[in-house]
């Protein structure tokens, strides 16, 4: 008769977990090898996307700054700032990790996939039913923080800081690496950090978190999620760490919800 997970030894666990992993690992491997051909569109579209006047979040704020104020006062004038290379082998290292992201970004659905496949045998029936979502939601959540991130936060801060200056005796020489590490670093970030609905639904499920709970520490939150906020954004300025901040808030407060319904529905 066959067992499930939850009945399976320790080392059984971790072979499964090593399967779901290696194909989790293959697609990508695939959707990075993918990428790294289209060069012209992962760079210059999307990479390179923030650094051009075109690009849709400024069209749009300086849409809105048209209609609300009747002139050009909301448009942005995007940072012109060059970025250099001075490592010999720094773009064609760049090229493999941005090639690798992307893969993450584009296969977190088939990741997520696997994990549920791996977890779901473990619950019984009951606890099954109110989870079937758990791939869709929790996709939807990642992409909803990287494109958070990449079309309002980072652009934002490329055009406060990329321009900033001291003195005009000091000249900005951007490294390419620094700005794929800025760019990076908030998309994925913020990706992550929006699963937190989620997290709080499965901790509330197995009563480690309540709304009591986390109403009760709730000042103690906004310094963690204050302290989280400095350690994800790349800069150190104020109003890129206060974008951080609110929507890292909002989904505390959305989490808070979660866990009432859950506790309630489920807990009592």
Not at 93 to 114: A, N
Not at 137 to 163: D, E, Q, R
Not at 210 to 230: G, Q
Request: charged share 15%.
């Amino acid at each position: 008769m066959a067992t499930s997970k939850g009945d399976m030894p320790f080392f059984e666990h971790i072979e499964a977990l090593r399967g779901h992993l290696m194909r989790s690992v293959l697609v990508v491997a695939v959707l990075g090898i993918v990428l790294f051909f289209y060069n012209d569109i992962l760079f210059g579209k999307i990479i390179f996307g923030p650094r051009h006047q075109d690009f849709i979040t400024y069209r749009v704020i300086c849409a809105l700054g048209h209609r609300f104020f009747h002139d050009n006062s909301a448009c942005i004038q995007v940072a012109t700032q060059e970025l250099i290379n001075t490592d010999l082998a720094g773009q064609f290292t760049m090229h493999m990790w941005i090639s690798f992201i992307g893969g993450v970004i584009l296969g977190m659905p088939y990741i997520l996939w696997e994990l549920w496949r791996f977890i779901s045998p473990a619950l019984r029936d009951s606890e099954t039913k109110p989870v079937k979502g758990f791939v869709f939601i929790s996709t939807l959540l990642f992409l909803t923080g990287v494109a958070f991130s990449y079309f309002l936060v980072f652009p934002l801060t490329w055009n406060f800081l990329a321009p900033y200056a001291v003195s005009n005796d000091v000249k900005n020489l951007i490294s390419f690496d620094s700005y794929v590490s800025n760019l990076t670093t908030l998309t994925v970030a913020f990706g992550l950090v929006f699963e937190m609905p989620v997290v709080v639904y499965f901790l509330s499920r197995i009563n480690i978190l309540t709304p009591v709970f986390m109403r009760k520490y709730r000042r103690h939150a906004v310094v963690v999620i204050l302290v989280l906020a400095a350690l994800i954004t790349p800069t150190s300025d104020i109003p890129t760490m206060m974008a951080v901040f609110v929507p890292l808030y909002a989904l505390y407060e959305i989490s808070i919800f979660v866990s009432a319904f859950v506790t309630k529905k489920y807990n009592t």
